[in-house]
T-cell receptor, first 112, second 113 residues
């Protein structure tokens, strides 16, 4: 079992709709959770971080964390063509800051 | 304010050669981590350095080594290159103590032929 799992996609989303991305992790001691966006041929860009159970909103992005279910998600509201990218879920433990476990990423394609 | 800078951006090497990749973290950040990303996969952790000390090492062979300098910049060295070392090498910068957030440089695309 992989430590961090994501749906590989591609996830096709009509422009203006909500994109929903899921991530599960296996290590219960994981403490910090991140979503990175990666455009083709570019490096990952941090878009959200979440540390406690519940929702965290930043603009059109909402991250949701459920530690009991070992599940973290990302919602992208009002999806735009510029949101077309691969979204990487990353987790780290409190005593291992800087050592991220990444999922393989979910490719999102926003269609006009 | 400069972000994370990596050099070179692209590199082509021959099997068996050695390569050195460089990274300068965000000003004020004392931690640098290195990752390898092959096509279609998420980044894989190679090393983390904080205050010039190795804090973690991933599951990579001894051909991979790294170090951090007093100015917190870092080098990743790979000896005896294999075709399978072809990948995007990413450097991540973080402060190391206050926040677990990390920010990536633009990466070095290494092609081994």
């Amino acid at each position: 079992q992989k430590e961090v799992e994501q749906n590989s996609g591609p996830l096709s989303v009509p422009e203006g709709a909500i994109a929903s991305l899921n991530c599960t992790y296996s290590d219960r001691v994981s403490q910090s959770f991140f979503w990175y966006r990666q455009y083709s041929g570019k490096s990952p860009e941090l878009i959200m971080s979440i540390y406690s159970n519940g929702d965290k909103e930043d603009g059109r992005f909402t991250a949701q964390l459920n530690k009991a279910s070992q599940y973290v998600s990302l919602l992208i509201r009002d999806s735009q063509p510029s949101d077309s990218a691969t979204y990487l879920c990353a987790v780290t433990k409190e005593d291992s800051w800087g050592k991220f476990q990444f999922g393989a990423g979910t490719q999102v394609v926003v269609t006009p | 304010d400069a972000g994370v800078t990596q050099s070179p951006t692209h590199l082509i090497k021959t099997r068996g050669q050695h390569v050195t990749l460089r990274c300068s973290p965000i000003s004020g950040h004392k931690s640098v981590s290195w990752y390898q990303q092959v096509l279609g996969q998420g980044p894989q952790f190679i090393f983390q350095y904080y205050e010039k000390e190795e804090r973690g090492r991933g599951n990579f062979p001894d051909r991979f080594s790294a170090r951090q300098f007093p100015n917190y910049s870092s080098e990743l060295n790979v000896n005896a290159l294999l075709l399978g070392d072809s990948a995007l090498y990413l450097c991540a910068s973080s402060d190391g103590t206050v926040s677990p957030e990390a920010f990536f440089g633009q990466g070095t695309r290494l092609t081994v032929v």
